[in-house]
């Protein structure tokens, strides 16, 4: 079974700077998508970034950007000129291709921004 | 546009009752899913149903049904509730029955078991 592995149960990060929140995850399959959640106090789940397994190339939106290392089956979200808003639990997921559609999610990351 | 809504926010319920969550999908959206989070945890899957028919189930025990409407809104059933089954349950729904794209979750249903 799929397991994906958040070692950092919170972060603090001062306002304006830049976090890395880390994510790996076990898996014997190639093909597969990985995906970075956002969950705030409102607790709605919010996509903020996904990545395809087969690209080389790390997916960027924003001030949100991942360092994705399939050998090392690593996957880190990293946060550029952090917000008061971005204050939230950040959730790492996979998804096998070839395993239907559930999502299997990590236990989480509290992040904590200071002004 | 509406998002994906659920109801209700809160339910408290007694040990052994019965309880039903609802979710209504975005407009246009045709697979539903539902994930158990329990505090400190992350959400796990319990089911997706596309088009008004099962696609995926979790690892949960009977207790836990799901369905799906003609109008693409879905039902979770859990019967004979346990202290365990304490949790924030997410709807989440999708174009189509394959997520590559990832889900757009609802603000769930939290759940208390008494």
């Known amino acids: 079974a799929q397991t994906v592995t958040q070692s950092q149960p919170e972060m603090s990060v001062q306002e304006a700077e830049t976090v890395t929140l880390s994510c790996t995850y076990d898996?014997?399959?190639?093909?597969?998508?990985l995906f970075w959640y956002k969950q705030p106090p409102s607790r709605q789940m919010i996509l903020v970034i996904r990545?395809?397994?087969?690209?080389?190339q790390n997916a960027t939106e924003n001030r949100f950007s991942v360092n994705f290392q399939k050998a090392a089956k690593s996957f880190s979200l990293k946060i550029s000129d952090s917000q008061l808003g971005d204050a939230a639990m950040y959730f790492c997921?996979?998804?096998?291709?070839?395993?239907?559609?559930?999502?299997?999610f990590g236990g989480g990351t509290r992040l904590m921004v200071k002004p | 546009d509406a998002g994906v809504t659920q109801s209700p926010t809160h339910l408290i319920k007694t040990r052994g009752q019965h309880v039903t969550l609802r979710c209504s999908p975005i407009?246009?959206?045709?697979?539903v899913s539902w994930y158990q989070q329990v505090l400190g945890q992350g959400p796990q899957f319990i089911f997706q149903?596309?088009?008004?028919?099962?696609?995926g189930r979790g690892n949960f025990p009977d207790r836990f049904s799901a369905r799906q409407f003609p109008n693409y809104s879905s039902e979770l059933n859990v019967n004979a509730l346990l202290l365990g089954d304490s949790a924030l349950y997410l709807c989440?729904?999708?174009?189509?029955?394959?997520?590559?794209?990832?889900?757009?979750f609802g603000s769930g249903t939290r759940l208390t078991v008494v």
């Open positions: 407009s246009g959206h045709k697979s």
């Open positions: 990545q395809e397994a087969y690209k080389q």
């Open positions: 898996t014997s399959e190639s093909d597969y998508y």
């Open positions: 149903y596309y088009e008004k028919e099962e696609r």
């Open positions: 989440a729904s999708s174009l189509g029955p394959v997520v590559n794209y990832g889900y757009t």
């Open positions: 997921a996979y998804r096998n291709l070839n395993a239907g559609n559930m999502l299997t």
